[in-house]
């Protein structure tokens, strides 16, 4: 009996240091990513971590390397059409939600399970803490972080700034990230001179701006555009006036 404490005594003390030190990397994790956060509420991201990914593609492959356009611009100077566009196509309950639409996610689901279909249920929030933080493709392991700083950013940021920063780093083409390099690139303009239409058709290729294009639009995406310029006149134009 005696033996056997004794060979259990090294496999316990292990399983509990390795506990404490779990214990302390995510406590460690935990903070830096709230420091992190709380620091990004007043400064501009510098970049994304989907702008890095597709950086380290280029490097690895050079025939899938594109020149990657991105630059920070204010919420002041970015057109009231293009914030209202992008919460009537991607989330409309983004003003009143605390980061979740539990109603589209149990709807996703379902649909899920009676047709086969899966559709996106993302919050602007969740988008946000993806395109900021995280990387492409579906796992329950980025799911899951998704979650844990969608939370933080409800916490610790304003809703405008959680639009703001998406406005800026979602991508409306391939390497064109932010309201500024799209308006710039497909029409010449400065974020705050966006039309109405042109707000619309460039939220109508966010779902897959690979695939879609603001220069040459499908007919779906003139479609969807329209749809979404009709969804913005359902909102009104004081929809967002108090964030």
Not at 60 to 89: C, E, G, N
Not at 120 to 129: E, L, V, Y
Not at 185 to 207: D, M, N, W, Y
Request: with cysteine; glycine share 6%.
């Amino acid at each position: 009996m005696k033996a056997t404490d004794d060979r259990s005594r090294p496999a316990a003390a292990f399983v509990r240091r390795f506990a404490r030190v779990a214990g302390w990397a995510l406590l460690f994790s935990a903070c830096l990513m709230i420091a992190v956060i709380s620091l990004l509420r007043f400064l501009p991201p510098p970049t994304s971590a989907f702008m890095v990914q597709r950086h380290l593609q280029g490097l690895v492959r050079a025939d899938t390397a594109v020149p990657i356009h991105y630059q920070w611009v204010d919420w002041k100077d970015i057109s009231p059409h293009m914030a209202l566009a992008v919460v009537a196509s991607e989330d409309q309950k983004f003003p009143f939600h605390r980061g979740f639409d539990f109603q589209s996610i149990k709807e996703a689901w379902e649909e899920r399970h009676t047709r086969g279909r899966l559709r996106g249920a993302s919050t602007i929030t969740q988008q946000t803490s993806k395109n900021l933080f995280l990387w492409e493709g579906k796992s329950y392991v980025r799911k899951g972080l998704e979650a844990c700083i969608t939370v933080v950013m409800e916490a610790f940021w304003p809703k405008r700034r959680i639009l703001e920063v998406y406005l800026n780093v979602a991508e409306f083409g391939d390497g064109i990230y932010g309201v500024h390099s799209a308006a710039q690139i497909f029409f010449g303009k400065t974020p705050s001179q966006l039309t109405r239409h042109e707000a619309a058709l460039l939220a109508a290729v966010l779902p897959h701006p690979k695939r879609y294009s603001v220069k040459a639009p499908s007919d779906y995406v003139l479609r969807r555009s329209g749809h979404i310029q009709r969804q913005m006149d359902n909102l009104g134009r004081f929809y967002l006036k108090d964030l």
